[in-house]
């Protein structure tokens, strides 16, 4: 067994996989990472199965350090600086942490969540099919609670294979995609309003939801409805006007009408948004949104065919073109230097 | 009961959930027939349907998107929800008891005044009901009932609290709950209960499915705290009666 040491972390930073589900008729809301498509990054690089449970890291800095064996780690996600000991390591690629070498994670940049995935997941135990943290139903694996400086976290220890890197495909900064409802009828003309508004995410927003600032939303018949269920992404609107975007940890019923939900795909996009970043959402039907589905399940599911070892370039022209025009200095040797596009799971 | 219904609406909730909504209001018809639907999917599952919510007046049917598309779903929820009810609900009932007023039941005196009544009389009626188990909800075991009597019926409070206790007996509108953990809450505390909804390592976890029916017993405070060491232990301490 190997043991990867927390030796300092940020507060938001706890062990998430897929979430929990089947019993959210009884509360329990889901859980789960905020950024699916990072996480199954992550893992895809450190030879897991893509929700394999992992460390999200919020906006702060962190260092870890390897002990009694190994450790191979992955990251993804927002981009921050990465150092093994004095060693720079790129983005979106695995590396093998030695006993008693350190690990330093610079404060995130441009988004908001990384995922640190171990070769071999994380020791612990699943509730209700999940390790994931929920402090006040005191669930998640090892402790059910976010890290904290000083947590030692069993680990198997690092195998022989190659170390494999990732290019993970550019995106554009696109509006967030919803389907409005399900109490749409709600809002009547301030539907427009929603759909028209440029929106920024408040600093006060947490893992149970995101609060929006923007043009007022208002109710055409009062502001408390009968309470129903909620899912993630559901966009409920409480007396004041400026919308909640419920995340996984949300209540799983809610008494605020919801004009409209973040659509699934869309969602991870939409939580590694920072603050103060102007967006804009985008109504789609509830047909457009199941292709989006269909086509995001295509994408998790090729993450491990865009996968190469260090050392076995494919030389990506396109990447390289598009990286000399912007001005960076480029090596087709150095995945480091051209992996600069923008990353879908950095991008609003 | 109506032998023809409108047929529920069905409303989407992004791209992977149905929200099957039978009323906008709180009615004992409409969560009913949210539970009859409910077990109608347990009892003959439509493959891509992942997990269900029962609300007081709608159903939320979360499905995978991959597996079955909207239109599809929401034609075949609509063929179940046309079934007749059944006469009647097969419903687990139990004995739910609350140490009432004092340190565990802080707005009972100020309830009861603005109601009109003594703490006795509020007691005394809040106990009387049967109770339905309409939903679960907010945090885990948090169980919304239905069967208030009408004259318990207060706005909730102005000021919510930001920290209730976990076992907390409470009333809003024309609500009735039983709260599990810790938590916030803008409902008028009239005791507390030592049985634990949620337990984590107990067998069942969640003692209250949606359908159950219960009724409240008044305990001295010296039996709720023996009622509470057991039920940290594991005990269920609610009483399950044949129904």
């Known amino acids: 067994m190997s043991r990867l040491i927390v030796t300092a972390v940020g507060p938001a930073t706890s062990v998430q996989d897929a979430g929990r589900f089947g019993a959210q008729r009884y509360g329990l809301p889901p859980s789960g990472a905020m950024d699916r498509l990072a996480l199954a990054t992550a893992n895809t690089l450190a030879g897991n199965p893509p929700f394999t449970a992992a460390i999200e890291l919020g906006p702060y800095g962190a260092t870890f350090t390897a002990e009694d064996g190994p450790v191979r780690i992955a990251l993804a996600g927002a981009a921050r600086g990465i150092k093994i000991d004095d060693r720079v390591l790129p983005r979106n690629q695995s590396a093998t942490l030695q006993p008693g070498e350190r690990l330093t994670l610079g404060a995130a940049r441009e988004a908001v969540f990384s995922y640190l995935a171990v070769e071999g997941g994380i020791s612990g135990e699943a509730a209700f099919g999940s390790r994931s943290v929920n402090a006040r139903a005191g669930l998640g694996s090892p402790v059910a609670r976010p890290l904290q400086s000083g947590d030692r976290l069993d680990v198997d220890p690092a195998t022989e294979r190659a170390e494999q890197t990732i290019a993970s495909l550019p995106i554009a900064p696109d509006p967030i995609r919803v389907v409005l409802g399900p109490q749409d009828d709600e809002f009547g003309d301030a539907v427009r309003t929603f759909l028209d508004g440029v929106w920024t995410i408040s600093p006060t927003s947490d893992r149970m939801g995101y609060r929006l600032e923007g043009p007022l939303i208002r109710h055409r018949n009062g502001h408390n409805i009968v309470s129903d269920g909620t899912v993630n992404g559901s966009i409920q609107v409480p007396g004041n006007g400026q919308p909640i975007v419920l995340m996984p940890d949300r209540g799983t019923t809610g008494g605020y009408p919801k004009i409209a939900t973040v659509i699934g795909p869309d969602l991870g996009r939409f939580a590694q948004t920072p603050p103060r970043r102007p967006f804009r959402f985008e109504a789609i039907s509830v047909a457009e949104a199941r292709q989006a589905a269909i086509a995001f399940a295509a994408r998790l599911a090729d993450l491990p065919a865009r996968m190469t070892a260090v050392g076995q370039f494919e030389v990506n022209v396109a990447a390289l073109h598009s990286a000399n025009i912007a001005g960076h200095a480029v090596s087709a040797v150095d995945a480091g230097t051209w992996q600069s596009e923008p990353r879908p799971d950095q991008r609003p | 009961m109506a032998a023809e219904f409108l047929p529920p609406r069905m409303l989407p909730s992004g791209d992977a959930a149905i929200t099957v909504e039978f009323a906008r209001r709180i009615d004992d018809d409409a969560n009913r027939r949210v539970l009859a639907l409910d077990r109608l999917l347990a009892a003959e599952p439509i493959a891509g349907i992942t997990e269900t919510v029962p609300t007081y007046r709608s159903l939320l049917v979360h499905y995978d998107p991959l597996q079955i598309d909207f239109a599809t779903l ?50 005394a009626r809040h106990a009387a009901p049967t109770y339905r188990v309409a939903m679960i909800g907010f945090t885990p075991g948090w169980s919304y009932l239905s069967g208030l009597d009408p004259a318990l019926e207060l706005p909730r409070r102005r000021e919510p609290r930001l920290n209730t206790p976990a076992g907390t007996i409470s009333i809003g ?69 044949a129904s």
């Open chain 2, 173 to 241: 509108g024309v609500q009735a709950g039983v709260q599990c953990i810790a938590g916030p809450s803008g409902w008028h505390l009239l005791g507390r209960t030592p049985v634990r909804t949620y337990r984590l390592h107990r067998d069942p976890v969640f003692l209250l499915e949606p359908g159950d029916t219960l009724n409240f017993y008044p305990v001295d405070a010296t039996t709720f705290a023996e009622m509470d060491r057991a039920a940290a232990r594991g005990d269920i301490i609610a009483e399950r009666v």
């Open chain 2, 74 to 123: 929401a034609d075949q929820l609509t063929a179940l929800a046309a079934r007749p009810l059944p006469d009647a609900m097969a419903a687990r009932h139990w004995r739910i008891p609350v140490a009432y007023g004092f340190e565990h039941g802080i707005d009972l005196d100020e309830a009861a005044a603005t109601l009109g009544l003594s703490p006795e009389a509020l007691i």
